[in-house]
């Protein structure tokens, strides 16, 4: 089955600066990559996702780009703010298949 | 939106009691699924359904069951708990599969 690794485990950023979270992927089948964001206390909310016919996808400050060939996508938050701090965690799915997660990267923005 | 709603937010329960962990969605999502949370490990799922009445296992099923009698309720049983399986546990729905999800807000249950 799918295996989704993801790096790294933790992050810490200066407010402002950029973050970016790693994640690769087994099986060359899978074709739908969504993030999650999970603020501490709260349930994990989709943040951005893209499909395998895209390489990549922005919205405002948060990109998602995907490399096929090389099984790998990753998330990109652009001038960071306090409230970007949470546990982000990248998934991955065939059509008929259930999201598979990374086991999550601890995100603090020091202000 | 959608909304997803697991009936307890907490739950103290004893090693060897039968444990259930209800969740309802109100958007007629075909799709329905339970993860674990634990810290270090991310979300593993446990069980999903894809239909009322249809139930496939996970990575992680062993010690569970469900249950899926209506298209908007998906249960999880705990057959006898066992301190193991002190966890957040995370129901979730989605309209098509392979689409994003929509979480509940979790259930933490601590096994004594």
């Known amino acids: 089955g799918e295996n989704v690794e993801q790096h790294p485990s933790t992050l810490s950023v200066q407010e402002g600066d950029s973050a970016v979270i790693k994640c690769t992927y087994s099986?060359?089948?899978?074709?739908?990559f969504p993030w999650y964001k999970q603020e501490l206390g709260k349930r994990p909310q989709l943040i951005i996702d893209i499909r395998s016919n895209v390489g990549e996808k922005k919205d405002q400050r948060i990109a998602v780009t995907l490399n096929k060939t090389a099984k790998h996508f990753s998330l990109h938050i652009t001038e960071t703010q306090p409230e970007d701090s949470a546990v982000y965690f990248c998934a991955a799915s065939m059509r008929n298949t259930p999201l598979v997660f990374g086991k999550g990267t601890r995100l603090s923005v020091i202000a | 939106d959608v909304k997803v709603t697991q009936s307890s937010r907490y739950l103290v329960k004893r090693t060897g009691e039968k444990v259930f962990l209800e969740c309802v969605q109100d958007?007629?999502?075909?799709?329905m699924f339970w993860y674990r949370q634990d810290p270090g490990l991310g979300l593993r799922l446990i069980y999903f359904?894809?239909?009322?009445?249809?139930?496939e296992k996970g990575d992680i099923p062993e010690g569970y069951s469900v249950s899926r009698e209506k298209k908007e309720r998906f249960s999880l049983i705990l057959e006898s708990a066992s301190t193991n399986q002190t966890s957040m546990y995370l129901c979730a729905s989605s309209l098509l599969q392979g689409a994003g999800y929509t979480f509940g807000s979790g259930t933490r249950l601590t096994v004594v």
């Open positions: 099986d060359s089948a899978s074709n739908y």
């Open positions: 359904s894809y239909d009322v009445k249809m139930k």
């Open positions: 958007m007629d999502h075909e799709n």
